[in-house]
């Protein structure tokens, strides 16, 4: 079974420019959530999805948004970027909606560069 | 609100020696708490998951215990390798605000293991 596909890998962008990532889970995971990892600040949660709807959402301003697709797989933009945005993301998925006892699968990430 | 504090690292040690890197947690209610772990390049993986008090999990030779009386669940492993360098995450998931798969992670420690 293929396991949390991220794309693209590494991404460079100038400030002010718009980005969108891309999440594949797990096949038949319906849960996928949004991480940003800095040196600085660790892993910060941004948002979680289920069956295509946003169900949970952290403290991120609004250039940040997500979204989901019927196939599961889900997408994250972030708008007029900042230097500050350089992070990696990481997209997870579970195959449940319980959110109690759930194993969540990590992708590898998209590194992202903002010049 | 709820968090999870980590030891700073980087921890150095030698083959076969003991390892514990303290974590513990401030939430509401239940938490369930996890620990993460991170190879270089590469995405979390889940060690190893406790759901409630005086749960003990253990995997690849790792253990925590669930201690609410403290508010801890520190990890250890009797005999460290040198294939176990990587960053280790704690990380909680909280039992209020309903289904979620939100975790709180801690701000990570680097191991390092030297021949």
């Known amino acids: 079974k293929a396991g949390v596909t991220q794309t693209p890998r590494y991404l460079i962008k100038t400030r002010g420019q718009q980005v969108t990532l891309s999440c594949s889970p797990i096949?038949?995971?319906?849960?996928v959530s949004w991480y940003q990892q800095t040196p600085g600040q660790g892993l910060q949660f941004l948002f979680e999805?289920?069956?295509?709807?946003?169900?949970n959402k952290g403290n991120f301003p609004g250039r940040f948004s997500g979204r989901q697709f019927s196939n599961s797989r889900s997408e994250m933009n972030v708008s007029t970027l900042e230097l500050g945005d350089s992070a990696l993301y990481l997209c997870?998925?579970?195959?449940?909606?319980?959110?109690?006892?759930?194993?969540?699968?990590f992708g590898s990430g998209t590194q992202l560069s903002v010049l | 609100g709820n968090s999870v504090t980590q030891m700073e690292g980087p921890v150095t040690l030698s083959e076969e020696a003991f390892l514990t890197i303290n974590c513990t947690y401030t939430?509401?209610?239940?938490?369930?708490l996890f620990w993460y772990v991170q190879y270089p390049g590469e995405g979390l993986q889940l060690l190893l998951k406790?759901?409630?008090?005086?749960d003990k999990g253990s995997n690849k030779g790792f253990e925590a215990t669930y201690r609410k009386e403290t508010t801890s669940f520190h990890l250890e492993k009797g005999s460290v390798q040198v294939s176990d360098s990587a960053v280790y995450f704690c990380?909680?998931?909280?039992?209020?605000?309903?289904?979620?798969?939100?975790?709180?992670f801690g701000t990570g420690t680097l191991l390092a293991v030297q021949p």
């Open positions: 990380a909680l998931r909280s039992s209020d605000g309903g289904a979620t798969n939100k975790l709180i």
């Open positions: 997870a998925s579970s195959s449940s909606s319980l959110g109690t006892n759930e194993k969540l699968f």
């Open positions: 939430a509401t209610g239940y938490p369930s």
């Open positions: 406790a759901t409630k008090a005086d």
């Open positions: 096949s038949g995971h319906r849960s």
């Open positions: 999805y289920f069956s295509e709807t946003q169900r």
